[in-house]
């Protein structure tokens, strides 16, 4: 009876592995580069059989390696030891490997992994996955010459082709940064006398809040926030509202706009209604500004009569909600 074997496509490269954190650990938490070189060509319990498929002859061989692996990781550092079991079709020299590796250092510690491999022309390379000592894992490329009956040559863990393939990840303390989130809100009533230069004949007022909507770190600085406005208006008759914004400037001077509502253009035939818009990643720094300084940014809501403000107020003491 002709033996099947399945030969599975290349694995390659290494992945960055996160971990939850365990409070409980005395050391800090640690992310490291992991490389190693090895050579592993002590051959023991060497069992090999051969069979023919329909492509080739095949070698099935179980055997345990020994070597050294070095390392500037003492963790990769020592003594190391491969268990493996390979398929080779010796006529197409392709094939795959699977089994463990162990390296263990004189000082103790060290990592037990097991990895898989694709095996092309006497080259193996595929990915090592561990759990390292002290709660870590390993993940690493690994590529290597390979002979069943000769063991590996110019093992690389970690390196080769692609620099710092290999990560050592040791579980520990990690602080994690705490934020605070904080709501804090202006009531505005606009009116055209509050523009620069006031607005004459104009009896329109308009009235609502500004909401700043904000995180904070564990310090205490502004990281990130929403800005929500809400303004109810009452025209005396049909309106084109043009736009709703926060600028900075004291009252009886005009300024810059930090924050545009991007109302665009909103045609009301019997000029009453109501704007909400929420504008979202607003800037740090602004949102600190304001904060810090709410009597020094007013509000417009500004029309096709009087693009440049029809309505006007600045910004009173902050309540925090």
Known sequence: MKARYAVPALVAGAALVAAGVATAWSRQQQTQAAAASFTATSVSQLRATTCTGSDGTYQDTNAVYTGTATSSNASLNGPVEIRAHSVVNTTEQLGWLDGTLRVR???GGGVFASFHAAIANGNLVGLATAGAGNGGKLVASLSSAFTPSGGFTSGNLGTGSTPNAGV???QGTCTKVKTVKGTFVSRIDLN???????VTGLRASANGSLTFDVTRDSTGNVTSGNVVFYVNYDFPGSVTITGLSLHQGNRGANGPTVVDAGTGTISDPDGHGNVTR???GVSASVLT????NPHGYYVTLT???????????QLE?????
């Open 105 to 107: 250092p004189a000082s």
């Open 168 to 170: 050592l990840f040791t």
């Open 192 to 198: 055209p006398r509050e523009v620069v230069p006031p």
């Open 278 to 280: 929420v504008v979202t």
């Open 289 to 292: 500004a304001v904060l810090n």
């Open 303 to 313: 029309t096709s009569a009087n693009p440049n403000g029809a309505l006007r107020d």
């Open 317 to 321: 003491s902050l309540q925090r909600k």
